[in-house]
């Protein structure tokens, strides 16, 4: 890291400390050349790519609006919240592992969906029904025998 002081190319880290929250890692260090000392900050950077919409509509990914799905799903179901956050947390990871800047919104819902199979088979059903838009009740007793078996 170059110094900010002197602009030298060699600093050492003299001192490393994580944030209270673990957000981010403090980094004390000094210079080799004019051995003054400065604070930097570690930080991961974590860019989700973009969600592209059925009307082909870009919009920026929304943890949040994973979550609230997810929440809806799951409403009144017997899933602790440990277990709702590592599945949010395995789809986010997925969208990471893509290496792709633009996602289609329906990639994320049957993640969402792959995820509430293995916790919930009744909070699958209503995510399915509802991501699906089914026109009619077969499609709906479909879905019901599939996951019956």
């Known amino acids: 890291m170059k110094c900010p002081f ?23 260090r000094q210079c080799g050349g004019c051995d003054k000392r400065f604070t930097t900050y570690e930080r991961p950077e974590v860019s989700f790519p973009a969600v592209v919409k059925k009307d082909g509509r870009r919009t920026d990914f929304s943890t949040a609006k994973l979550r609230s799905s997810f929440a809806l799903a799951l409403r009144k179901r017997p899933v602790s919240t440990e277990q709702m956050d590592a599945a949010i947390d395995r789809v986010e990871e997925k969208l990471l592992n893509l290496g792709v800047r633009e996602v289609p919104s329906n990639r994320i819902g049957e993640l969402v969906m792959r995820e509430l199979k293995k916790l919930d088979k009744v909070a699958y059903v209503r995510f399915a029904s509802v991501y699906r838009s089914f026109a009619d009740i077969d499609e709906f007793k479909t879905l019901v025998d599939e996951v019956k078996k």
């Open 6 to 28: 002197c602009g030298h190319a060699e600093t050492q880290v003299v001192e490393t400390r994580i944030a209270e929250d673990g957000d981010f890692i403090r980094r004390r």
